[in-house]
């Protein structure tokens, strides 16, 4: 069974930092591409970032560049979410999720096919 489980939310004060991790199981964790996505009460659905199988290829929205870092540990099924300067606007319930590609790069408009349950992060002073 293919499972992708969040941790690591939780409330921060703007400016803060917190590192959401993503660990995989069952499943060969380094063939596939994964992403983080947001969502925020009464909002869509948005991407946040993704990383490639090996990690060689990153890619992160307009609104988290600069702030956020992922990164992934294939011998250890992680995948990470390092969250600096942490806005109110970033508050939302934060996913991880798996597709397997022959891209090379990550995009986070492919069909990610598995998804963790989420986890919440709350930024507020």
Same mark, same amino acid.
């Given at each position: 069974?293919?499972?992708?489980?969040?941790?690591?939310?939780? *409330?921060?004060?703007?400016?803060?930092?917190?590192? *959401?991790?993503?660990?995989?199981?069952?499943? !060969?964790?380094?063939?596939?591409?994964?992403?983080?996505?947001?969502? =925020?009460?009464?909002?869509? %659905?948005?991407?946040?970032?993704?990383?490639?199988?090996?990690?060689?290829?990153?890619?992160? =929205?307009?609104?988290?560049?600069? %702030?956020?870092?992922?990164?992934?540990?294939?011998?250890?099924?992680?995948?990470? *979410?390092?969250?600096?300067?942490?806005?109110?606007?970033?508050?939302?319930?934060?996913?991880?999720?798996?597709? %397997? !590609?022959?891209? =090379?790069?990550?995009?986070?408009?492919?069909?990610? *096919?598995?998804?963790?349950?989420?986890?919440?992060?709350?930024?507020?002073?």
């Amino acid at each position: 069974q293919l499972q992708l489980v969040e941790s690591g939310g939780g *409330l921060v004060q703007p400016g803060g930092s917190l590192r *959401l991790s993503c660990a995989a199981s069952g499943f !060969t964790f380094d063939t596939y591409h994964i992403g983080w996505f947001r969502q =925020a009460p009464d909002k869509e %659905r948005e991407g946040v970032s993704c990383i490639s199988r090996g990690g060689g290829s990153t890619n992160y =929205a307009d609104s988290v560049k600069g %702030r956020f870092t992922i990164s992934r540990d294939n011998n250890k099924k992680m995948v990470y *979410l390092e969250m600096n300067s942490l806005k109110p606007e970033d508050t939302a319930a934060y996913y991880c999720a798996a597709v %397997r !590609t022959v891209q =090379a790069t990550c995009v986070m408009n492919s069909r990610y *096919l598995y998804w963790g349950q989420g986890t919440q992060v709350t930024v507020s002073s």
